[in-house]
Nanobody
Framework: QVQLVESGGGLVQPGGSLGLSCAASGSIFSINPMGWYRQAPGKQRELVAEFTSVGSTNYADSVKGRFTISRDNAKNTVYLQMNSLKPEDTAVYYC?????????WGQGTQVTVSS
């Protein structure tokens, strides 16, 4: 069993920065894909950034150059540093991990970008 706990959401002005953390418990290893998704009101959940099983990263086109995903394997924690935030980044951000044969999700953390 894997548990994911996100933290770090909040309210930030456009152009500001925010960092999210996702702490995993329950036998998650560096080979297990982990990443961040988000869901805005009325929209489908979408990939933001992720580590694949081979350690490479994928980013949504909308966040490339602004967001950075990182991982501390010793702490079983994945981070998302978000810079140059835009109002359209407003969403609930979810941490996701995959450990065969299923995926796991965190409870989500709200990020609101507004002046």
């Amino acid at each position: 069993q894997v548990q994911l706990v996100e933290s770090g959401g909040g309210l930030v002005q456009p152009g500001g920065s925010l960092g999210l953390s996702c702490a995993a418990s329950g036998s998650i290893f560096s080979i297990n894909p982990m990443g961040w998704y988000r869901q805005a009101p009325g929209k489908q959940r979408e990939l933001v950034a992720e580590f694949t099983s081979v350690g490479s990263t994928n980013y949504a086109d909308s966040v490339k150059g602004r967001f950075t995903i990182s991982r501390d394997n010793a702490k079983n924690t994945v981070y998302l540093q978000m810079n140059s935030l835009k109002p359209e980044d407003t969403a609930v951000y979810y941490c996701r991990a995959y450990k065969w044969p299923r995926e796991y999700w965190g409870q989500g953390t709200q990020v609101t970008v507004s002046s």
